[in-house]
Every structure is written in structure tokens, then in C-alpha cells.
């Protein structure tokens, strides 16, 4: 795991150079990223052309994140987890749940530190003993130092390493070429990849000469075993339930590219006894876990891509409709002018299609979303109401819903999620009540009935799979019904 003591002290800096060298080695790693955000992942699999997933130990607990992750590095030579935070940092800031920390322990993990040390002197040695004597677990095995000059960095080495027995592993120093600015990844246009892949490269090479990747392999090896749960489900079970996974997994090879029509794919691969689950993938829709895409898959859905952007209608042999979240503000203008897709949409959503709609998504089946300059731009029409930007963060973390009713969910049941938003609605829905987990505030949200499950929060669906066994069982009744 590459950790920090804080945000902004280099971990997606280190752990894309990271990944480029493990490739340049001929090595085929995988990601991971802690915690719930997107865009790390994006970057991984965009710019590096490595899978990446999601762990998250709020999402999933203790004992279904490590299948989670058993899953996915079962096959690879090397795992690399990005933190999140600071190490220590997790619900609210104060709880182990949800930290980089936990999810190196419950994995058997260990841990390279990346310290920004710029501006600091001998006063590097106390700052890193306070992290060394806070590890419990004795997770943390090396330490590279970030923004430092090679002249300065033989000077504080030795120290560190003789005073703290700590093992330091190489440096980085200040350039702003190495700044990996991975937040804008979703803004990307293919033309712009090169030149990040330039940068990367740059960086890798850079990382490469003052990092030793031989003795980062050497901690990597000794990684501790991770405790495979007991499911009672037996030898043959287990391995079925492996290769339909790896089936699910293939299937999402590749760069989940729309430009393969969902019509083309469906007439080259023919349409199986299983339901079509039309999921809008685009500049302006991309906020996906993979997780939750191979869970509708593992479910018995075929997932086919659309743009809302490209396209003029949704598929035809569409069962169900996902819509995740993204930049709908953004392309706005665009999203508004394609009106045969905003009315293929609203024509299928009204005649009883089922549909999931995740925050970029919500907004885009409003009547309106008005942007920050003030323009209001014409959306699907689903929900009579409109969004606008309120020029401040909305809400923000991870919340546990249960519906009022149910509809989606068994009764009494949760289902985990994630909430960032700068947008807000008219109508942001009443039909669940969502609670933060460390404070216990609760408060309504979301727009759930029969056929729809609309709102800002982004779901986490491995955390109550019985959400997508109704989601697909949804599709299917669809489907029969013609």
C-alpha cells in the first residue's frame, strides 16, 4: 500500500510512477484504491492501462472486503492499494473504519510511506516516529520522501534509517511535471492522453533512478496471507462462483469505450436469455465501481453501453436503464440538444422501464439543470423539477439508506453509499432515509418506487447484493412483459 500522513503528500504521484515501472518491468499489476472515490481508479485504468477497483472497509466490512480483494490479485503478481487520507484517517476522520490503515490490516498488507519533507530538516525523524508508534501492527516497512533535493536527501536518510530503523526507499524532488493531477481525469479527451502518458513515462523514469523498485518487490513478498472466509458452499460452489465472476470480468476487459454501439455489440454477440441492462457511459457519464458492474453481471445481466451524448436513442433490446454519475453540467448544451436521446429516455422510463439514477444521472432525467453561470439547459423530463449549482459543497460521505417503504431493498434492509455534490435539486426525493454513520444524523432522500431508484447518492451495490438480484429481477419482468 502506498499511504501518506496526509492528503496531498504524493500518493497518486507515487503509486501511478509505481505502476508504470512495475510495467515497464514486464510485471501485470493490479489497483486498488481505497475508499469510495472514482477518479484514482479512472486514471489508473485511462492513463496506465491497469484494472483498478475499489476497497472500502465501510463499504464491505472486514470479512467481504477481503474476498473482494482475493478476487480481483488472486491472479496477479502484484497488488498495488492507493491510500486514502492520511493513514489513519477514516469515518469522520476518527474511526479506524474506513482508513488506508484498516484495509492494509485486514489484508495483511504492508505499508510505504510517502512523506512530503519539503521545508523540513532533522525535524522529518519526530514526524515519522509519531506514524511508527501509532502502527500497531508493524504495517509500515519503508518510507519514500517527496519534494527533495538529491543533495538533502543523503544527508536525512541515514538519519531516518539509523534513528528509526526505518527503511527509506528513494525519493522524489519538486518538479511540476511530476504532479499527477488526477482529479480532472474524468475531463480527459482521448487526443489528451498522449500527453499524460508522456508525463508518465517522464515520471516513471524519473522514479525509477531514485526509488529502488527492487526493494519495494522485496516488501510486496512479504505480504501476510489473507484469511479466506468460510461460506459453507463448498469446493464446487466456490469454484463456480470464481469462474462466473472471471466470465464477468472478461466481459469488462477493454476501455468500456461507447463507441461499439450497444445495437452492434447485441448483433455480434447475440441476444442471450438474460436481461439488458443499458448503461450510459460517456465524457459526461463515467462514475462506475467495477465491482458494481460485475455484481449486475454475477446477477444474470448483460450490460451494453450507450451515450447520451452520441447516441439518439437507447438500445432496443433495453430491459433496464443505469445511469451513473459524472459531469452532466459540463456538457449540458450538448446533453440538452440531443433531444430524440432525451425523449427515447423519457418514453422508456414512463412506460415502466426500470431505472437506477446516481447523482450525474439524477440530474440528468430532471426537467432542467441550471449551471453556475445561470443557463438553464432542457433534460429528459422524468423528475418535474430542475437542479442547479449552489456554488458550494452540498453533502458530503458515506451514509447508510433504508427505504421508507420497500421497493428495491428487502424490508428493513441498508444498502451503503457515498454523497459529493455541489448541485442540488427541487425535488431531491423523500422515499429514503439516509444516516451518517459516525454522527447518526439522518435526514430524506431519494425518489424510489416500483421501476426507479433516483437521487445524488452514489451506491455501493456489493454492500446489499439483494439491490441488484431486484434491480435485474426488475429487467426481467420488463422484458416478458414486451
Not at 172 to 194: A, D, Q, T, W, Y
Request: hydrophobic letters at 35%.
Amino acid at each position: 500500500m502506498i499511504a501518506a500522513p496526509k492528503s496531498g503528500s504524493g500518493k497518486t504521484t507515487v503509486t501511478c510512477a509505481l505502476l508504470q515501472a512495475l510495467k515497464n518491468r514486464g510485471e501485470e499489476p493490479v489497483a486498488f484504491k481505497c475508499g469510495p472515490d472514482y477518479i484514482d481508479p479512472m486514471f489508473h485504468e485511462k492513463a496506465l492501462g491497469v484494472p483498478s477497483y475499489n476497497l472500502d472497509t465501510f463499504f464491505t466490512g472486514r470479512e467481504q472486503t477481503r474476498q473482494l480483494f482475493e478476487r480481483h490479485a488472486a491472479e496477479e503478481k502484484i497488488a498495488v492499494m492507493e491510500g486514502v487520507m492520511g493513514l489513519y484517517d477514516g469515518l469522520g476522520g476518527i474511526r479506524e473504519e474506513g482508513s488506508s490503515y484498516h484495509l492494509a490490516k485486514i489484508t495483511g498488507t504492508p505499508v510505504v510511506l510517502v512523506a512530503d519533507v519539503k521545508g523540513m530538516g532533522r525535524s522529518v525523524l519526530p514526524f515519522l516516529a509519531g506514524f511508527l508508534q501509532y502502527d500497531k501492527e508493524r504495517l509500515i516497512r519503508g518510507v519514500i520522501l517527496n519534494r527533495i533535493s538529491g543533495g538533502h536527501y543523503e544527508i536525512i536518510k541515514p538519519l531516518i534509517e539509523k534513528e528509526l530503523h526505518l527503511q527509506v526507499l528513494g525519493f522524489l524532488p519538486e518538479k511540476e511535471r511530476f504532479c499527477v493531477g488526477s482529479r480532472h481525469l474524468g475531463l480527459i479527451m482521448p487526443n489528451e492522453l498522449e500527453e499524460i502518458r508522456v508525463r508518465l513515462a517522464e515520471l516513471s523514469a524519473e522514479f525509477e533512478k531514485n526509488v529502488s523498485l527492487q526493494e519495494i518487490m522485496r516488501i510486496a513478498e512479504g505480504a501476510g496471507e489473507t484469511e479466506r472466509a468460510d461460506t459453507g458452499s463448498g469446493a464446487a460452489n466456490e469454484e463456480e462462483e470464481e469462474n462466473c465472476w472471471r466470465r464477468a470480468a472478461e466481459d469488462l476487459e477493454g476501455d468500456w469505450g461507447w463507441r461499439e454501439t450497444a445495437d452492434e455489440s447485441l448483433q455480434k454477440e447475440g441476444i442471450e436469455e438474460r436481461p439488458v441492462i443499458a448503461v450510459a457511459r460517456d465524457e459526461a457519464f463515467c462514475f462506475y465501481y467495477r465491482d458494481n458492474l460485475l455484481l449486475l453481471q454475477e446477477s444474470g445481466a448483460r450490460i451494453v453501453w450507450f451515450s447520451p451524448l452520441h447516441d439518439k436513442k437507447l438500445p432496443e433490446a433495453s430491459d433496464g436503464l443505469l445511469m451513473g454519475g459524472g459531469y452532466p453540467e459540463l456538457y449540458a448544451e450538448k446533453l440538452s440538444s440531443n433531444i430524440a436521446m432525451r425523449r427515447s429516455v423519457k418514453e422508456a422510463v414512463e412506460k415502466g422501464m426500470p431505472v437506477i439514477a446516481e447523482c450525474g444521472g439524477f440530474m440528468y432525467l430532471h426537467r432542467e439543470l441550471i449551471d453556475r453561470e445561470g443557463t438553464s439547459y432542457a433534460m429528459v423530463g422524468v423528475i418535474p423539477a430542475k437542479c442547479y449549482d449552489t456554488g458550494k459543497l452540498v453533502r458530503f460521505g458515506y451514509i447508510e439508506m433504508q427505504e421508507k417503504k420497500s421497493c428495491f431493498l428487502p424490508e428493513g434492509s441498508k444498502i451503503k453509499g457515498h454523497e459529493f455534490h455541489y448541485y442540488d435539486s427541487t425535488c431531491n426525493g423523500e422515499d429514503v432515509m439516509a444516516v451518517k454513520p459516525v454522527t447518526g444524523k439522518g435526514y430524506s432522500c431519494m425518489i424510489a418506487r416500483e421501476h426507479c431508484f433516483m437521487g445524488f447518492p452514489h451506491l455501493y451495490y456489493p454492500s446489499n447484493p439483494a439491490f441488484v438480484k431486484s434491480f435485474v429481477d426488475k429487467a426481467w419482468k420488463y422484458r416478458k412483459k414486451g
